[in-house]
């Protein structure tokens, strides 16, 4: 290739041939020999002349390189372009007090606590920003340390709203009101008061009065119940439950004795992963070391009667017990009773309870079967009662049973003498009734009063030696005289509650012979001894 390009250029500049037939002599020292028969030149003489082009060619590309490289010495070398920094200047300031000169003499947002890196483009563009307005909004509703310092007119005016928007939030938890209401609430309030200061100074919106509760009451009611806690004893009533997100939980209440009177307080929702008996014990336990509180003084534990919590051997009560041998554990007494009042009912034709369900059943889901009702009862002149859902929790009242065998048809009364309520008697008096079919209903009845009573004596223990030595504290009890003396039950069921015998004995005698408290033993349990506490001050 490289031969192709010489023979190339040697064509190209060999002129054509002439009268003369001048040829270009090479250095070489063979001479070429014209030969008028062809115009083709010897073989040889084309190889030297190639020899000799390719060399003084590479000569002359050399000869370039070299000058062209003293050339390129010769230059002065090109100097970089310095980069121009903006310095800061003050006429910024003007319209933008927000902005500050830093140690470094740069731009320096105050409200967003940057530093901007930049010409005046960099700083119109942080203005702009989301960020930094929303900066500038809050920092407008910050008032100046000299604003606090020098007007104590207004700082009576700013604790009256800070006390007034506690109160809402204090009136919304009272009535269980939701959150939400506080985006109209003082709204409202400031329509209903044009002419009031504190009202038009409200504002609390629902993430206000959300954080407020979250953050300040909340943790200001916890740290006053836990102060209490632990000077006085108390008892711990547990229940677990599962809200709308499926997490389940942990509520804690707390009853103890304060200024004269039995508090119930709500204590704290603990958030459990495992609902194991371990678990939920160690979660109560961690708590209660968390807030400093004594586990010595927890008196009592009231929980659902489930086995995780009531276990005799690994149940919550079942560990507790074993830290505190003389904790008093009380099981719910509603869970129980329903448990009780079921077993009755299965002695009851089933086709009662089917019925009053499907009556249920099939006015619920229409609206158009509830209108109609509510039609025929006005018609008929009663009252427009709501219909409720039959549910599986019957609430009883009882009173206190004997030590009686409730299967001993001997102390059965007469059928005759069951008393089935004013609506009943009066519809057995009108003769519409068979007599079969009455005798048979009023044998039901006492199958189901029969297998309640058992159900009552299975499920309760009336037995419990806590729960005779704490009748004794009944008013009329305490003032009749015919208990000698507590002390022996006393250091028997709660030794940690006594310090002094002697006095606890003296105290107890002193309260029979007293004229002024026999008056007083028509009062409750509370009011009585709050007023013996009182006395005793």
Known sequence: MHANNVMDRFVIRTPAATATHEVIQPSSSVPLEYNENTTRCPKRAIENILVTSSSSDSESNESENAANESEIENEEPLKKKKYYQQKFRSNWKESRPWMIENKWGKPFCKVCQKNIIGKIYHIKRHEETKLHNLNIKKAENTPLLEYYCNNEKQQRHDNLVKTAELNLCLFL????????????????????????????????????ATSLTKYCLAKEQLEIISRKLKQTKFSLILDETTDISTEKSLALVVRFFDEGVVKDRFFGLLKVESCTAEAIFNKILDYLIGLDIPLDNLLGLAADNAAVMMGQLTGVQARFKD?????????????????????????????????????????????????????????????????????????????TLQKIDPSDP???????????????????????????????????????????????????????????????????????????????????????????IEKLNSEWRLIASCDELKVKSEKTLEEFWSYVFDLKK
């Open 173 to 208: 938890h009272e009535h269980n009101l939701p959150f939400l209401l506080m985006d109209h609430l003082p709204k409202l309030i400031r329509h209903i008061c044009p002419d009031s200061e504190v009202a038009k100074s409200l504002k609390c919106s629902r993430t206000k």
């Open 410 to 500: 001997r102390h059965f009364i007469k059928l005759e003498d069951i008393y089935f309520g004013a609506k009943v008697e009066l519809l057995i008096l009108n003769g519409n009734v068979e007599v079969m079919e009455l005798k048979n209903f009023r044998l039901r009845a006492l199958e189901f009063y029969v297998e309640l009573c058992q159900q009552i004596k299975k499920r309760f223990n009336f037995e419990n030696p806590v729960l005779q030595f704490i009748s004794n504290f009944n008013p009329k009890n305490a003032v009749s005289g015919e208990v000698y003396s507590i002390v022996a039950d006393s250091m028997t069921h709660f030794p940690n509650l006594v310090t002094d």
């Open 323 to 399: 830290r505190l041998p003389n904790l008093f554990v009380l099981g719910c007494v509603c869970h129980s009773f329903h448990l009780c009042s079921s077993a009755a009912a299965k002695k009851l034709p089933r086709s009662l309870e089917d019925f009053v369900r499907n009556i249920y059943n099939y006015f619920s889901n229409s609206s158009q079967r509830l209108s109609k009702l509510k039609e025929c009862q006005t018609f008929m002149s009663l009252k427009p009662n709501k219909l409720l859902h039959p549910s599986q929790t019957r609430w009883l009242s009882l009173q």
